[in-house]
Nanobody, 121 residues
Framework: QVQLVESGGGLVQAGGSLRLSCAAS????????LAWFRQAPGKEREKVSA????????YYVDSVKGRFTISRDNAKNTVYLQMNNLKPEDTAVYYC??????????????WGRGTQVTVSS
């Protein structure tokens, strides 16, 4: 019961920055986990970052630690991924995903359509 729309992707040179946004909307939903995934051509989709919505506990994959920051704005029902010092290997389609089921599992059942991030060298 949640719709997710990503924005903010684009083309940037190595060392540059982008901020991705994920706007959530719907009726009577609660988000327990919100994550950013990415998938590059020919590669497996990986979880880049995640947070617990209420507590704000965050997770980052090792390759982006110190460069990416996930945050939320409850008033706007929006989560952000600030990406600094971008590298060509960050090039991928980035997806926003939400876990809206309170069942004791981190299960991403709602997904956005993705936004392309391309980092040139």
């Amino acid at each position: 019961q949640v719709q997710l729309v990503e924005s903010g992707g684009g083309l940037v040179q190595a060392g540059g920055s982008l901020r991705l946004s994920c706007a959530a909307s719907g009726r009577a939903f609660r988000i327990y986990y919100l994550a950013w995934f990415r998938q590059a051509p020919g590669k497996e989709r990986e979880k880049v970052s995640a947070l617990t919505w209420s507590e704000g506990v965050t997770y980052y994959v090792d390759s982006v630690k110190g460069r990416f920051t996930i945050s939320r704005d409850n008033a706007k029902n929006t989560v952000y991924l600030q990406m600094n010092n971008l590298k060509p290997e960050d090039t991928a389609v980035y997806y926003c995903a939400a876990d809206t089921a309170y069942d004791g599992r981190e299960e991403y059942d709602d997904w956005g359509r993705g936004t392309q991030v391309t980092v040139s060298s």
